[in-house]
Every structure is written in structure tokens, then in C-alpha cells.
């Protein structure tokens, strides 16, 4: 079944506005949310967007994992041509190493602003962020 | 008035990003040759890795790698830099509720097996889906499940960051030594065996075991810092 | 040569993970070994200097594959003088802060790994020629930054690294996006093969490219206004820290735009964009520079006005006006970071930081005051010290271009630049100093390095032509894209 708005093929596109609505919700608890935790679960949000987005760029259609498992060798020998053959029917692994190292850093700007948060509360014992803006323009 | 003002930017912004994406043809490449294409071929005929990810991760973009690792590394030390509370370095925990018996027996039972799990993916990462990071946070998760069932489990601070350090100068004299037997940092130096083999790709499981230690590691202190940091 | 390229990067890791080990043999040994590799590194960079001078630009392959399939550092005339430069200032700052938490052991570990971590993390946005190892490195970079803001307890600290972090990570969320566009178009992540197939993108995606990494470049390089971290953080962070950002961090943020507009796209109007970019920053910046009072904030002000005239000088394309960009480089980090480290002792006893502090100091600290103001006076342009050449050399070049209204304007700048650096020159020497405040006298390895600071600017000052040769040969380098192409992609075949 096809669904088409904007001439696009929705089932298809679902990845790319799957990806931009996690960005645009991410951003939107970023810039409005008042709560110290809404914010950075927002931060957490918005690189689940954008990994996604990255990795949807990667893929081929029908296309399978790129690994040159036993299973996908099958006792071929392993030349030039029977590599190349079968590497057409894989998904890019670019991507797909891209986003492993942009999931470790967002961890870690999410641990260290989740620390922040801590010390905040513990100074203001509140976790809105309008109690605690103390330094001005 | 702002919350208007901003829902309206992202809608724009949305709809622009939203606008250029989908000029892409999904599931094709826009571009006639890239650098997978010899990713693809030079990881199982020279390198010998079966998972291409892997080689891309570990050897072709092995910078990257470290710079990842350090990041990790920061995010430790600026974690406990900031959270650091003067001589008692760490407080008691804050326990809400204790664990019921379920809880305490069946973990128990689930630790070791998820420290295997893990140990399995970050070794057979140059074979399988998976490697050093995936496993790393598989065993810190299974620390976080004793650590969540027991309110006086308790882990060597000095233990993990030893490991952490260790496995960090692994990585880093591992690439030293690609650059003089090999003439690069991070060049491949060992040899590189049978494709699909347990020992095979040189030095890549090597370090790949080594981040894995480290993940894991470094995972498991965040945790601790984190939860022990109410006087 | 003593080493490779790889090394600025290799080493500092390597010693990084090495220190906690360290620690529990002996805790000098902890202070010792950040010193100990920035001195390498910087005798390292000396050298590859004087060999890029001679023979050309050094291209170093990781991993053993040649760009593009492999990660490659490029260390030309520009890169390695802007590397040797923020190396200077690194092992400067950690002379200074030797003596830091010589209280709590735990707490002056943590420093010297982020400090040193900082600096690597600088030193590696500048020397990598991928977009995205250029991502890691600025993570690296701002997570050292995050934590070493928030390292005082108390005060404002965490609430300016949380300002920063927020405002980090969506910088972060649009280089991720930019790099996605780019290689969904071109299938590659190296600089010099995007230079070369830029042609072969859709204009639209090259365009919202270059927009996001700009936006995402500009947090860090502070362009007006992606810059609102910046004053919170500069003055909340320790002392030498601060000088770190103003003089190595910025730097590194400033030349990531200017190699994405000189060398990677090639989009009409980025020239202009970077002139008007650069005007406002300057003029913001310096008016809320005249109505601060606190000595810190004014002090970060005045440091992003100043990358606003580097952008403008950047902006103005021609070789004289990228050498004076250079220039002005040059001579910020240097008196901008003497200024951050002797204004940190003018104010040390307070914990406001008013300016109103400085009165008086004069007659406690005339050793800090006369380097203080020797800074100040050199940052607005006098002659005969090192800030003047450089001013002058963006005035000639906008002039050259029959940019009056330009000249205009940075000659207004720099009168409000005068007024509120000489209200503090006056308080600290012709007021009375304020009761309450008990001067801290700075420890030896501070003065030696203030001293040494102060003497690069005196000496630059009257021989200007010691670092104008290097600053030729790194001006030419930027603008040649076609020799950065060929130099990084030459190997051409694969190594095996």
C-alpha cells in the first residue's frame, strides 16, 4: 500500500521523519522545558535524532549487514570479484561506525551534564532553571 | 510567547531539513564511488576481518577510536572532578527501597552470566556484530544490576581505575608500535591469520578486548560515582 | 626531526592515561608530566617548523592507509604555527599553575589531566584533515572545558558550565548533521577529496552544510551570537584556565571556520558573511566589554571583539588581510592570556571579581600591575609593542580594498578599547586600595611565566620581523587550496 503526501512515499521516508521529529522534540525540551532533567533528557533526545538520521543515510536497499560471515561466504573462494559481488549487497558500514563513536560521546556529555544537574541541585535544591539563573547578560 | 516563537523556528527548520533530506533517494547512494567501497573488499582480503564495522572502527578510523576512548576517559575524571566533595570522596548511598529476595537471588544468578555476554561480544567483535564498546557497556550493566540489588555491594575504586588506565596505555603503545614496525600509527603489525578464525585481523581484536576492558571499567565507576555521591 | 605529527596527539594520550597510575607512585610526578610532554611537544613543533619551512607541508597517514581511506594530520606552515603557537601558550599556563591546588592531591590530578587534555584537544581540531575526527577533537576539547569550568565549588561555577554544555551540545547536534549531508552526498570524510568533489554536491545541501557548520564551528569560535557561554565561562572558570580558552581554544574554533570557507566549499558571499559576522562580534562585544564590571567578564568581552577582527581581517581574503588575521592571532593569545593570568592575582582575594577590586593594587603586586597594564596597552595597539603591528597590518589591508568604513569602525573600537582598559590602569595605580581586600602575592613559576609573556610581547614588539617570515609562509599556505589538495592526496595509491 502505498501513502503518498508531498508525491513521497511515506513507508519509505518514515526513517528521515522519524529522525527529524526526534531532532525537533529534542531541541523544542533544549530551548522550552524549565526542569534541569527535561533538559538534558532532551539533549538525550536530540542525539538519538541525529544518530538515526546518520545511519538511515547509510542504507542500501535490500541490502544486509556487513559482515562477511561464514554464512555469507559459503566456501566461496575469496577473490577480488566474489568480494566485490557480494559487498554490493551491503549496507554502507560507514555510517554505522560514525554513529558507535557519536553514541559514546553523547553518553558522556550526558554523564557530565547529569553531574552538573547534581550540583546544581545540591547548591539550590531546586531544579528549575529560572530559580537558578544567577549570572546575567 | 517565546514557546510560539520557538515551535515556529523548529517547524522552518523542520521542514527545510525535512526538504533536502528527501532529495536523497532512500536506500540509494547518491554518490558514484566512495571510501566503503574499498572498506568493503580490503577488510576481509587484507585485514582479514569479518566485520567490516569493526575494521573500520578499530583499524581505518582507528583515530577516531581514541579519541572516543578518551572522551570516555574525560567524562570520567570531569564527572568525578565535579561531584568531588573534599577528603570523603565518597558519600553513603541513598537507598530508596531494599531489593526484594527475587531481586537479590536471581541477580546472583544473571551476574556472571551477562560478564560472559559481554566478555563474548567485545572478543568476537571482529567477527560478529558487536566489539568493544557494545560488550563493555554489557558488563557494566551487569554491575549496575548487583549494584542496584545489593546497597552495600561495593567495587574496588583503585581496581577499576587501574584497569582504565591500563587499558588506555594499551591502545596508545599498541599504536606507538604500529608506527615503528609498521610506519604508521595504528598500522596493522600482527599477522592477520584465516578470515573468520578466532585469532585473525593482528592487532585489531587485541585493542578491540582492551576498549572493551576500559568501557566496561569506566562505565562502572561512573555508576559508583554517581551513586555514592550523597553524604 | 624528533618525531612525527602523530606525536602531538599520541603522547599527550598516552601520558593522560599514564597520570592516575602516577598518582599513586608519587604525587609530584602528577604535576611533572603535563610539563614535561608540552616541553617535548613544543621542541617537536620547533623543529617541524623549521622543516615545513624548508621542504613543504607534512602529511602523516594513520593507520597506514592514504587519505581518503585513511585519517590523515596535516602539518603545513599555517597548522604547525598556530600548533607551535598554542603549545607555547599551554606549557606558559602550566608554568603558571604549577603550584595550583597545592592542597588537595585528588583535585590537582583531575586539573592537570583536563588541562592537558584541553590542549590536545586544540591542538588536534587544528592538525586533522577529517571532518569527522575534527568532531571528536572538539568533544574532547569541550568536555575538558565543561569540567575545568565548573572546578571552583561554589560561586556560579556549575550553572556557567551547564550554560556551556547546553550551548556545546547543540553545536555538537549541527556538525553531526552537517558531516551526514556531506557524506551522504559525497561518500567521504576527508578534507582535502571534499574540497576536490565539492562541485559534486546539490547546492542546496552544500549551502545548508556550510550553514550548520558554521553555526556549529561558530559556538566555538565565539561569533556573535553563538557566543552567550562565553563570558560566563571565561570568568567563572580558574584563572589559568581562562587563558587557556581566550588563547588556545578560540584559536582552534577560529581556524576550524576559516578552513571549511578557504578550503573545503567554495560559496559566494562567505567573504562578506565573515566581514559582517566579524563587525558585529566586534562591536557587541566591545560595548558590553565598556559597561562590565567585573574584571573577568570584561576581560572575555574584549577577547571575543577581538575574533570578531580576526574574522573581519580573515574576511577581507586577500593575502594582506589573512596575514594580518594571523597576526592578530598571534599577538591574542599571547597579551590575552598574560592579561587573564595577571588580572586572575589582581582580583584573587575577592569573590566577585569587581573591578573596583584592582584600586590600589598598584602599590602591593607592582611586579602583576606593571605586566597587567603592559597587556593592556599592547592589546589596544600601541606602539611600540606587539599589538600594534597587527592592528596596523588589518588597517593597511582594509585599506588596500578601499574598506574605509571598516577602518572606521575598528578605529572607534579601539578608542572604546582604550577607555575601559586605562579606567583599570588608573585604579590600580592612582586609587586607594579598597579595605577589605588582601592582595596575594603570586608564587615564582607565576611571575616567570607573566615574565616570559611579557617579554615576547616587547620583543615582538620592536622586532616584528622574527615571526612575520613564519606568518608569510602560513598565510600563503591557507590560501593555496590547490597545493593542500595535492600535498594530501598525492600518495594517491594505497600503502599495501
Redesign the interface.
Known amino acids: 500500500m502505498e501513502m503518498k503526501l508531498f508525491d513521497?512515499?511515506i513507508i519509505?521516508?518514515g526513517?528521515?521523519?522519524t529522525a527529524?521529529?526526534l531532532?525537533?522534540i529534542g531541541?523544542?525540551a533544549?530551548?522550552?522545558k524549565k526542569s534541569?532533567i527535561k533538559?538534558v533528557i532532551g539533549?538525550s533526545i536530540?542525539?538519538s535524532g541525529?544518530n538515526l538520521?546518520?545511519i538511515?543515510?547509510g542504507?542500501?536497499?535490500?541490502g544486509t549487514?556487513?559482515?562477511?560471515?561464514?554464512s555469507v561466504?559459503k566456501d566461496m573462494p575469496?577473490t577480488?570479484e566474489n568480494?566485490?559481488k557480494i559487498?554490493e549487497g551491503?549496507v554502507?558500514?560507514?555510517?554505522?561506525?560514525?554513529v558507535?563513536?557519536?553514541i559514546?560521546?553523547?553518553?558522556?556529555?550526558t554523564?557530565?551534564?547529569?553531574?552538573?544537574?547534581?550540583?546544581?541541585y545540591r547548591?539550590h535544591q531546586t531544579l528549575n532553571i529560572d530559580q537558578?539563573?544567577?549570572?546575567k547578560? | 510567547m517565546k514557546r510560539i516563537l520557538v515551535i515556529a523556528l523548529l517547524v522552518v527548520f523542520g521542514i527545510y531539513l525535512a526538504q533536502a533530506l528527501f532529495m536523497l533517494e532512500f536506500g540509494q547512494q547518491f554518490f558514484e564511488s566512495g571510501v566503503k567501497d574499498l572498506y568493503l573488499t580490503a577488510s576481509p582480503l587484507k585485514l582479514k576481518v569479518a566485520n567490516t564495522v569493526t575494521a573500520i572502527v578499530v583499524n581505518f578510523r582507528g583515530f577516531d577510536t581514541l579519541g572516543e576512548v578518551t572522551v570516555l576517559f574525560l567524562a570520567t575524571t570531569s564527572m568525578a572532578s565535579i561531584l568531588y566533595k573534599g577528603r570523603h570522596k565518597l558519600g553513603k548511598r541513598t537507598v530508596l527501597f531494599s531489593a526484594s529476595n527475587i531481586v537479590t537471588t536471581g541477580s546472583k544468578f544473571l551476574f556472571p552470566a551477562i560478564i560472559l555476554l559481554g566478555a563474548y561480544v567485545f572478543i568476537h567483535g571482529h567477527l560478529t556484530p558487536g566489539g568493544g564498546f557494545q560488550g563493555g557497556t554489557i558488563v557494566a550493566t551487569g554491575f549496575l544490576l548487583m549494584l542496584l540489588a545489593y546497597s552495600d555491594y561495593k567495587v574496588s575504586h583503585i581496581v577499576l581505575s587501574v584497569v582504565e588506565s591500563f587499558a588506555g596505555i594499551t591502545f596508545a603503545t599498541i599504536g606507538l608500535f604500529g608506527l615503528v614496525y609498521g610506519g604508521s600509527f595504528l598500522e596493522n603489525f600482527l599477522p592477520t591469520g584465516i578470515l573468520n578464525n578466532l585469532v585473525s585481523g593482528g592487532v585489531i581484536p587485541i585493542i578491540y578486548i582492551a576498549v572493551g576492558l576500559k568501557v566496561g571499567a569506566e562505565l562502572t565507576g561512573l555508576i559508583y560515582i554517581a551513586l555514592n555521591e550523597k553524604d | 626531526m624528533v618525531g612525527s605529527p602523530v606525536f602531538f596527539i599520541a603522547i599527550p594520550l598516552l601520558v593522560a592515561f599514564i597520570i592516575p597510575l602516577a598518582g599513586y607512585v608519587s604525587k609530584e610526578l602528577v604535576r611533572i608530566l603535563p610539563g614535561l610532554v608540552l616541553i617535548y611537544l613544543l621542541a617537536l613543533s620547533f623543529s617541524l617548523m623549521g622543516y615545513v619551512m624548508e621542504y613543504g607541508t607534512i602529511v602523516e597517514q594513520i593507520a597506514g592507509w592514504a587519505p581518503p581511506w585513511g585519517i590523515n594530520l596535516v602539518y603545513s606552515p599555517f597548522t604547525g604555527f598556530l600548533t607551535t603557537l598554542m603549545l607555547f601558550i599551554g606549557l606558559v599556563i602550566w608554568i603558571y599553575s604549577y603550584r595550583f591546588k597545592n592542597v588537595d592531591f585528588e583535585e590537582g590530578k583531575k586539573f592537570f589531566i583536563l588541562f592537558l587534555m584541553l590542549v590536545t584537544g586544540a591542538v588536534g581540531i587544528v592538525l586533522t584533515g577529517d571532518i569527522f575526527n575534527q568532531f571528536v577533537f572538539i568533544e574532547i576539547t569541550s568536555i575538558a572545558g565543561y569540567a575545568l569550568t565548573a572546578f571552583y565549588r561554589g560561586r556560579d561555577s556549575a550553572e556557567a558550565s551547564f550554560k556551556y554544555l547546553m550551548i556545546g551540545s547543540l553545536s555538537s547536534m549541527f556538525l553531526l548533521l552537517a558531516i551526514a549531508l556531506i557524506y551522504s552526498q559525497l561518500g567521504t570524510l576527508n578534507m582535502a577529496d571534499i574540497a576536490s568533489k565539492s562541485h559534486l554536491m546539490l547546492p542546496e545541501f552544500k549551502i545548508l552544510a556550510l550553514i550548520f557548520f558554521i553555526i556549529g564551528l561558530g559556538i566555538e569560535a565565539e561569533i556573535f551570537p553563538l557566543n552567550g557561554w562565553a563570558p560566563d565561562a571565561y570568568s567563572q572558570a580558574p584563572g589559568p584556565v581562562g587563558a587557556a580558552f581566550a588563547g588556545i581554544v578560540v584559536k582552534a574554533g577560529v581556524y576550524a571556520v576559516i578552513r571549511i570557507i578557504f578550503t573545503l566549499f567554495d560559496v559566494e558571499g562567505t567573504h562578506e558573511f565573515l566581514i559582517v559576522a566579524g563587525l558585529i562580534t566586534l562591536l557587541v562585544a566591545e560595548m558590553a566589554a565598556l559597561k562590565q564590571t567585573r574584571l573577568k567578564r570584561m576581560l572575555a568581552y574584549s577577547s571575543i571583539g577581538q575574533m570578531g577582527l580576526v574574522l573581519i581581517a580573515f574576511g577581507i581574503g586577500t593575502e594582506a588581510g589573512v596575514f594580518a588575521a594571523i597576526f592578530l592571532m598571534f599577538n591574542h593569545a599571547i597579551i590575552k592570556s598574560l592579561l587573564f593570568l595577571s588580572g586572575s592575582y589582581l582580583v584573587y582575594n575577592s569573590s566577585e571579581k569587581f573591578i573596583s577590586e584592582v584600586n590600589g593594587m598598584g602599590k602591593y603586586l607592582p611586579i602583576t600591575a606593571v605586566l597587567f597594564s603592559l597587556g593592556a596597552i599592547a592589546i589596544v595597539g600601541m606602539p611600540p609593542f606587539a599589538g600594534f603591528w597587527s592592528k596596523w597590518s588589518v588597517l593597511t589591508a582594509a585599506a588596500h580594498e578601499g574598506m574605509f568604513m571598516i577602518i572606521g569602525m575598528i578605529l572607534l573600537v579601539s578608542i572604546v578599547e582604550l577607555v575601559y582598559y586605562f579606567r583599570i590602569i588608573n585604579r590600580i595605580f592612582f586609587f586607594k586600595m579598597e579595605d577589605h581586600i588582601e592582595p596575594k602575592r603570586p608564587t615564582a613559576n607565576a611571575l616567570i611565566a607573566m615574565f616570559a609573556l611579557g617579554v615576547i610581547i616587547l620583543v615582538i614588539g620592536f622586532y616584528p620581523g622574527l615571526i612575520t617570515g613564519y606568518i608569510h609562509e602560513a598565510s600563503q599556505s591557507l590560501l593555496d587550496k590547490g597545493k593542500y589538495i595535492h600535498d594530501v592526496l598525492s600518495a594517491g595509491v594505497l600503502t599495501r
Open positions: 513521497i512515499d519509505e521516508y526513517f528521515f521523519i527529524i521529529a531532532v525537533l531541541l523544542y533544549v530551548l522550552i534541569l533538559i539533549l536530540l542525539d541525529i538520521l546518520l538511515t543515510i542504507y542500501v536497499k535490500g549487514a556487513p559482515v562477511f560471515s561464514p561466504i575469496l577480488m568480494i566485490k559487498s551491503m554502507d558500514p560507514i555510517p554505522q561506525a560514525l558507535l563513536t557519536a559514546v560521546i553523547g553518553f558522556g556529555v554523564a557530565v551534564a547529569l553531574s552538573l544537574v547534581i550540583r546544581l547548591h537558578i539563573k544567577n549570572l547578560w
